[in-house]
Nanobody
Framework: VQLVESGGGLVQAGGSLRLSCVAS????????IGWHRQAPGNQREMVAS???????NYVDSVKGRFTISRDNAKNTVFLQMNSLKPEDTAVYYC???????WGQGTQVTVSS
């Protein structure tokens, strides 16, 4: 499975970004997919995940601001990020839990 993220960039605090993760392979629709992030000097943390049945989990720090969704017909998972804060600055990675596959990451930078 190959995962390719896109949608990162530079945004001011309070702004929004939408990340996309496109997966190859036919098993995507059966997989739990997650978004993780890693800031310099920090450990990688799970931000949000969505199961093949649509069960969703968020880390407390993004609840009410981030929304994860998936389009199985397009093998794509999205992360809508609103009300962004400088502490959201990190490289964001897509992960397929079923195969333990990771994307290459996309940089999100939020300026104050």
């Amino acid at each position: 499975v190959q995962l390719v993220e896109s949608g990162g960039g530079l945004v001011q605090a309070g702004g929004s970004l939408r990340l996309s993760c496109v997966a190859s392979g036919s098993t995507f629709r059966f997989s739990v997919i997650g978004w993780h992030r890693q800031a310099p000097g920090n450990q990688r943390e799970m931000v949000a995940s969505i199961s093949n049945f649509g069960r969703i989990n968020y880390v407390d720090s993004v609840k009410g601001r981030f929304t994860i969704s998936r389009d199985n017909a397009k093998n794509t998972v999205f992360l809508q990020m609103n009300s962004l804060k400088p502490e959201d600055t990190a490289v964001y990675y897509c992960r397929d839990y079923s195969t333990n596959s990771w994307g290459q990451g996309t940089q999100v930078t939020v300026s104050s």
